[in-house]
């Protein structure tokens, strides 16, 4: 069998499913390649115990066939952070294991969209989401912000999720080009980061003032939609 595992927001997010079936794992391995991690792989391996080696697993790793064959001879695990499918890039793996017959057993953990209710927006009124891809020198899409401008139609919030290995300040840049590209009026956006760790942190604020803050990996960004005063009152307290 195959168990997929939430690991939470923190290193010790893990739920006591989660544990239970650690146990049962004779291979530990941990998706490394969607979020940069707001504690070391060595912080994780204390939790899960020094018995069980956690081997990291890059996007070929995950999507070859390596874990379904596994998961066929014996109950081994992937760790993912946040809850496991927040995204859907797992989804493919749980398909091939279903047409390789192997069993999947996915325990949940609490996700960044949990965290945000930490901002005061009330969840509900959040819109679709979308990715923030690090920019190249020839390649720079800014079709995240699409979604920011349905989401704007209906007055919702838009949370946008940052590529791994996206530095603030030039994640900041391209939200800016882009803005400017989509003729979209940003105005005050959120920053959260780290959420649900001890390093958790909420910034409110223009962009020309969020450029000077010291923002750590993983993080992202809200652009608020229409807010209800009671809202507002609590984003006042970030800035």
């Known amino acids: 069998m195959l168990y997929i595992i939430g690991l939470g927001l923190n290193e010790k997010g893990i739920s006591l499913e989660g544990c239970e079936a650690l146990k ?6 941990l998706e490394g390649y969607t979020v940069n991690f707001p504690y070391s792989v060595k912080e994780l391996q204390r939790i899960v115990g020094e018995n069980r080696k956690i081997s990291v697993l890059g996007r070929d790793g995950v999507e070859d066939s390596k874990l379904v064959k596994e998961g066929k001879k014996d109950d081994i695990c992937l760790l993912v952070y946040g809850s496991p499918l927040f995204a859907t890039t797992h989804m493919t793996l749980i398909s091939d294991c279903k047409k390789a017959k ?3 057993k996915i325990v949940y953990g609490a996700s960044i969209f949990d965290a945000l209710g930490s901002t005061g927006l009330q969840l509900y009124k959040f819109g679709k989401i979308s990715s923030m891809p690090k920019w190249q020198k020839s390649f720079t899409p800014d079709s995240f912000l699409d979604f920011v401008i349905e989401n704007k139609k209906i007055e919702a919030h838009s949370l946008i999720l940052v ?5 603030f300040k030039d994640a900041l840049e391209e939200l800016k080009v882009a803005g400017k590209n989509k003729k979209v009026k940003l105005g005050k956006i959120v920053v959260c980061s780290s959420l649900g760790s001890d390093k958790g942190k909420i910034y409110y ?3 020309e003032d969020l450029i000077k803050k010291k923002v750590k990996m993983p993080y992202c960004f809200i652009i608020p939609g229409k807010m209800h005063f009671f809202e507002e009152d609590v984003l006042k307290g970030f800035e």
């Open 24 to 29: 049962r794992c004779k291979k530990v391995y």
């Open 102 to 104: 192997v069993k999947v």
């Open 163 to 167: 590529d791994i290995g996206l530095e």
């Open 205 to 207: 604020g223009e962009i």
